[in-house]
């Protein structure tokens, strides 16, 4: 069974930076595409970046240039960089598998992990 584990949530400062991590386990992470939501308090789960397995990546607008989503396929990870973070980044962030679609866009499935929690201070 497909397992996604996400760490390296946490408190922060507006302004700061977390790193988040996701490892999978029982499937071919080189080559899946992966991709990092979020969901606030009362909102609805939306997506905040995806990369394909050639490593193209796509962004939220509310997060490019400031989060960097990447992949380590020899340690079965994908990663966020999150810089400059704003209270509005505030949100349970999830880590999905997802998969790539005849026009090289990211369809999100349903693995996904336990999720993260991320708290910006103002």
């Known amino acids: 069974q497909v397992r996604l584990v996400e760490s390296g949530g946490g408190l922060v400062q507006a302004g700061g930076s977390l790193r988040l991590s996701c490892v999978a386990s029982e499937m071919i992470f080189s080559i899946s595409a992966m991709g990092w939501y979020r969901q606030a308090p009362g909102k609805q789960r939306e997506l905040v970046a995806t990369?394909?397995?050639?490593?193209?990546?796509n962004y939220a607008d509310s997060v490019k240039g400031r989060f960097t989503i990447s992949r380590d396929n020899a340690k079965n990870t994908v990663s966020l960089q999150m810089n400059s973070l704003k209270p509005e980044d505030t949100a349970v962030y999830y880590c999905n598998r997802g998969r790539r679609t005849n026009t090289g866009t990211y369809s999100p499935t349903d693995v996904w992990g336990q999720g993260t929690q991320v708290t910006v201070s103002s």
């Open positions: 990369i394909l397995s050639s490593g193209n990546t």
